[in-house]
């Protein structure tokens, strides 16, 4: 398909870090001061990339991956302090924000952050920024309105239990005038959390910092999404899904995974010559440099489970028009940067369409060992068009894993590995990664502090709670680990 290789650079490193686990005195990471700060930790330690988890609102589970709204982004990254500094909330309304709590309380902000933000709105004057965003962003922005202000109306529950005007999304446009007031509250969050990504991207720019974001390829059946387009998605007449996404038993799950997801309605899709995804995959590359797009093997093939099943044991896989779909994304968007999330069982079909559309894959090392013939042994790596990382939001840190490592597993990671004296063994893999001919290595932020499992792991795949809380102390910017990095990274010519 003609897409570009290298993203405009080679061999270079970056760090996985998301936003909310940075260092703030609000009980989550946000777009402010700190996020500047790691801006500066990067360009100070010679990294190219910041890659983030997604920037959605998160919902019931906490998960970035399960969305009310693909478009919109999170309300708790708003930095308060710079909400004060444009004189919308005073010192003693962040005193009352303030809270020590050593991981993200999800629950505690949704009871209290929301209240803020409605402090800081009511002193909001619009302005012809504000206007021009609400221009540009219509195509979602007001559904998105519409959506969180019959949610806050239904006291959160899910759309399928609205009265029938609410649930049928024509109905509800028609009606929508009476929700003015509270529709307004959420564009202004939506613009605000704009204007200060915007802010922080164009600082990252400036230090020649690219930000990689990330796309989950399938939405919330609760959200805006479903309840606006709910023709692009397979759903009975009760709004309910007719079969849900997940994966099949493996060898690290004997049910599988249930994700959950409405399954897409890609005959439809296909149809409308893929507007929806076009539309998607705009906003995407409106707020990243690069966008890694998750579980990229559903292009090709996915998985489907039938809707009130309880394990993922009874589905079946169902071919995925991918390669027309990203025909029509090159031909939109001819300079798009994707990275490919092809993890799991990757069959030839898979590897067709990667070829095909010539993205770079991933390399998790955490999966190299167990196989001498292994392609995430970075000896193996075919070429230089892949990423590697140590760890990932989905596995465990490097410290975790390769400790873990027995038998054969151990003997292998050993003759791989280069000795360095003084250097242990999360130093090692990262070594390896940054060795390698990979394009890009990334390393996730909890491998760099030597956190294992119980300190920093951010999601174990199919548990409903205790996830995604991970918080960095911010004493973690010591001269000793910037001295560190620069020079690994250095050694490894990635800067």
């Given at each position: 398909m003609g897409k570009l290789k290298n993203f405009g650079f080679k061999h270079k490193a970056g760090i996985l870090m998301p936003i909310s686990a940075l260092p703030n005195k609000y009980g989550i990471g946000s777009f402010g001061r700190e996020a500047h700060k790691f801006v500066d930790f990067l360009y100070e330690t010679g990294q190219k990339c910041w890659q983030v988890l997604p920037l959605n609102p998160t919902s019931y589970g906490d998960s970035p991956y399960q969305s009310p709204a693909s478009g919109a982004g999170n309300p708790y990254f708003i930095d308060l302090d710079v909400l004060s500094s444009k004189g919308l909330l005073t010192k003693e309304e962040l005193k009352g924000q303030r809270n020590n709590d050593k991981k993200v309380n999800y629950g505690r902000l949704f009871e209290t952050r929301y209240e803020v933000l409605r402090t800081a709105f009511s002193r909001f004057k619009p302005n012809a920024e504000y206007r021009a965003f609400l221009r540009k962003n219509a195509s979602w922005i007001e559904d998105y309105a519409l959506f969180m202000a019959l949610k806050v109306k239904n006291n959160y529950a899910s759309f399928t239990l609205w009265n029938e005007c609410e649930r049928d999304y024509k109905q509800a446009r028609e009606s929508s005038s009476?929700?003015?007031?509270?529709?307004?509250?959420?564009?202004?969050?939506?613009?605000?959390?704009?204007?200060?990504?915007?802010?922080?991207?164009?600082?990252?720019?400036?230090?020649?910092?690219?930000?990689?974001?990330?796309?989950?390829?399938?939405?919330?059946?609760?959200?805006?999404?479903?309840?606006?387009?709910?023709?692009?998605?397979?759903?009975?007449?009760?709004?309910?899904?007719?079969?849900?996404?997940?994966?099949?038993?493996?060898?690290?799950?004997?049910?599988?995974?249930?994700?959950?997801?409405?399954?897409?309605?890609?005959?439809?899709?296909?149809?409308?010559?893929?507007?929806?995804?076009?539309?998607?995959?705009?906003?995407?590359?409106?707020?990243?440099?690069?966008?890694?797009?998750?579980?990229?093997?559903?292009?090709?093939?996915?998985?489907?489970?039938?809707?009130?099943?309880?394990?993922?044991?009874?589905?079946?896989?169902?071919?995925?028009p991918g390669q027309e779909l990203f025909e029509a994304v090159n031909e939109r968007f001819p300079s798009a940067k994707i990275i490919a999330e092809d993890l799991g069982v990757i069959t030839d079909d898979v590897k067709k369409l990667l070829s095909d559309c010539d993205f770079p894959g991933m390399k998790m090392l955490p999966f190299a060992f167990f196989d001498e013939n292994s392609d995430y042994i970075p000896r193996n790596y075919k070429s230089e068009n892949c990423v590697v990382y140590t760890s990932s939001h989905d596995s465990d840190c490097a410290r975790s894993w390769v400790n873990d490592l027995t038998g054969d597993a151990r003997k292998l990671f050993n003759r791989e590995r280069r000795k360095i004296k003084g250097e242990n063994l999360v130093c090692s893999v990262i070594r390896l990664a940054f060795e390698s001919k990979a394009n890009l290595a990334v390393v996730q932020m909890q491998d760099y502090l030597y956190l294992n499992n119980e300190e920093g792991r951010m999601n174990m795949p199919s548990t409903p709670s205790g996830n995604w809380g991970w918080r960095m102390s911010p004493r973690y910017n010591t001269k000793a680990l910037r001295d560190k990095i620069s020079a690994l990274t250095k050694e490894t010519k990635r800067r």
């Amino acid at each position: 398909m003609g897409k570009l290789k290298n993203f405009g650079f080679k061999h270079k490193a970056g760090i996985l870090m998301p936003i909310s686990a940075l260092p703030n005195k609000y009980g989550i990471g946000s777009f402010g001061r700190e996020a500047h700060k790691f801006v500066d930790f990067l360009y100070e330690t010679g990294q190219k990339c910041w890659q983030v988890l997604p920037l959605n609102p998160t919902s019931y589970g906490d998960s970035p991956y399960q969305s009310p709204a693909s478009g919109a982004g999170n309300p708790y990254f708003i930095d308060l302090d710079v909400l004060s500094s444009k004189g919308l909330l005073t010192k003693e309304e962040l005193k009352g924000q303030r809270n020590n709590d050593k991981k993200v309380n999800y629950g505690r902000l949704f009871e209290t952050r929301y209240e803020v933000l409605r402090t800081a709105f009511s002193r909001f004057k619009p302005n012809a920024e504000y206007r021009a965003f609400l221009r540009k962003n219509a195509s979602w922005i007001e559904d998105y309105a519409l959506f969180m202000a019959l949610k806050v109306k239904n006291n959160y529950a899910s759309f399928t239990l609205w009265n029938e005007c609410e649930r049928d999304y024509k109905q509800a446009r028609e009606s929508s005038s009476q929700y003015e007031s509270e529709m307004a509250f959420w564009r202004w969050v939506q613009f605000e959390f704009d204007a200060q990504w915007k802010h922080l991207r164009d600082y990252a720019k400036k230090k020649g910092i690219v930000l990689i974001g990330d796309m989950p390829i399938y939405v919330a059946h609760d959200s805006a999404d479903v309840w606006a387009s709910r023709e692009q998605f397979l759903l009975d007449e009760s709004y309910n899904p007719t079969l849900v996404a997940g994966v099949p038993p493996d060898a690290f799950s004997e049910t599988g995974q249930l994700w959950g997801n409405p399954i897409y309605n890609w005959e439809k899709m296909k149809n409308d010559g893929f507007e929806w995804w076009l539309d998607r995959i705009g906003r995407a590359f409106e707020l990243y440099d690069i966008v890694r797009i998750d579980h990229f093997r559903g292009f090709a093939g996915y998985y489907t489970i039938p809707f009130g099943d309880e394990t993922a044991v009874n589905g079946w896989w169902n071919e995925a028009p991918g390669q027309e779909l990203f025909e029509a994304v090159n031909e939109r968007f001819p300079s798009a940067k994707i990275i490919a999330e092809d993890l799991g069982v990757i069959t030839d079909d898979v590897k067709k369409l990667l070829s095909d559309c010539d993205f770079p894959g991933m390399k998790m090392l955490p999966f190299a060992f167990f196989d001498e013939n292994s392609d995430y042994i970075p000896r193996n790596y075919k070429s230089e068009n892949c990423v590697v990382y140590t760890s990932s939001h989905d596995s465990d840190c490097a410290r975790s894993w390769v400790n873990d490592l027995t038998g054969d597993a151990r003997k292998l990671f050993n003759r791989e590995r280069r000795k360095i004296k003084g250097e242990n063994l999360v130093c090692s893999v990262i070594r390896l990664a940054f060795e390698s001919k990979a394009n890009l290595a990334v390393v996730q932020m909890q491998d760099y502090l030597y956190l294992n499992n119980e300190e920093g792991r951010m999601n174990m795949p199919s548990t409903p709670s205790g996830n995604w809380g991970w918080r960095m102390s911010p004493r973690y910017n010591t001269k000793a680990l910037r001295d560190k990095i620069s020079a690994l990274t250095k050694e490894t010519k990635r800067r």
